[in-house]
């Protein structure tokens, strides 16, 4: 088991729902541990959003889940990360507080450079952007 830290179309309800991708994979169903944020930049590219971390950033709202280790290959794919090579998602560890814990999670933000001149979420919640835009 790890954990994952989702801030966009992984969300419950969203396009890519995590627990969804789970279902069609027939892996074990994530077990949502709580919200927590990411300190960073929110970008819209149109059909999904995209995190540049940064401690100088705003607070990223999303969910941590206990996924089972399946289901890691799925997410991957989704966010079109493969090993060695170096897209557009990278796959990277961040450690989030869920209630009173401190977790390592793994989460996918975008290189720096793929956000260059796109709209920036400022308030940090893709849901709440994605459903009043």
Request: negative net charge; proline residues 5%; contains cysteine.
């Amino acid at each position: 088991m790890q954990t994952v830290f989702v801030y966009g179309t992984l969300r419950a309800g969203e396009v890519n729902d995590i627990r969804e991708a789970a279902a069609r994979n027939e892996i074990a169903e994530p077990n949502l541990l709580g919200t927590a944020t990411v300190r960073g930049h929110l970008f819209d590219f149109g059909a999904y959003p995209g995190l540049v971390a940064d401690e100088q950033g705003v607070d990223v709202i999303g969910d941590v889940y206990e996924i089972d280790d399946e289901l890691v290959a799925v997410l991957d794919e989704i966010e079109a990360v493969f090993p060695g090579v170096e897209g557009r998602f990278l796959a990277r560890e961040v450690m989030v507080k869920v209630d009173d814990n401190v977790v390592n999670c793994r989460f996918y933000p975008v290189t720096p450079h793929a956000a260059k001149g796109l709209p920036e979420i400022k308030s940090g919640d893709w849901v709440q952007y994605r459903t009043t835009r």
